[in-house]
């Protein structure tokens, strides 16, 4: 690939929808909520989305698992599910899928002596249970939350979370998000953002655009 990204410190990790799957909670749910269980999965995770800015805007914070709970609630109610599923949705959402390519990604990143970081909405506590699951905990070193600073993506500060860790500058860090939204924000603040487009999305309107998109995490081998 040309134009290959220099001068990285530091490669910081969204979670969800980048290192593991969004949709796998309601994927291994689907013969029991039926034919529309991805539409639900949508549903659940706009609505997610959603309440993490509005409650950003409004200066009432929550924290993620708070907000998942809810927006499950109201995804339910709009697809129709039985409420004796919403146990076992919540349970499959703290045990989601990791994306397969992630472990070899990270081990190339650390034979470059590139640090590695998520920094995700998600609570240290879900983050925690995610990557152990997955085995991979120990291939990150650090996990940032948004907890810190009690606000969500994309405000500023929650990017600057990381430049404070690693004493770095902004343009030091490749940020890599499935979200386009939340590449916009971190382009914002100075990192050199790639996006993961998995399923062949339209990239956001919003003044700023991805540094590169890759379609899975392994290309990231080709970038740096």
């Not at 386009?180 to 790639?194: K, L, P």
Request: charged share 30%.
């Amino acid at each position: 690939m040309k134009n290959k990204i220099s001068n990285i410190k530091v490669c910081a990790f969204d979670a969800y929808g980048t290192c593991f799957d969004i949709n796998s909670a309601a994927k291994l749910v689907k013969n029991k909520i039926g034919k529309s269980w991805l539409e639900f999965s949508n549903t659940w995770r706009t609505t997610q989305l959603e309440y993490t800015w509005l409650r950003s805007l409004m200066k009432n914070h929550r924290d993620f698992w708070k907000i998942t709970k809810d927006s499950l609630d109201y995804a339910m109610k709009v697809h129709s599910i039985k409420p004796k599923y919403k146990k076992e949705l919540l349970k499959l959402y703290k045990e989601l899928e990791v994306y397969p390519e992630l472990k070899k990604t990270l081990l190339y990143l650390k034979k470059k002596k590139i640090k590695c970081c998520i920094l995700s909405n998600g609570t240290p506590k879900l983050l925690e249970q995610l990557t152990k699951r997955a085995q991979i905990e120990k291939l990150f070193d650090s996990i940032i939350s948004i907890e810190e600073v009690k606000i969500y993506k994309p405000d500023p500060r929650v990017y600057q979370l990381v430049t404070k860790k690693y004493s770095c500058k902004p343009r030091e860090v490749c940020f890599l998000s499935s979200n386009s939204w939340d590449v916009v924000g971190s382009r914002s603040y100075g990192f050199q953002s790639i996006w993961v487009n998995r399923v062949n999305k339209i990239f956001d309107n919003l003044d700023f655009k991805p540094k590169k998109t890759i379609s899975n995490l392994i290309q990231l081998k080709k970038i740096l």
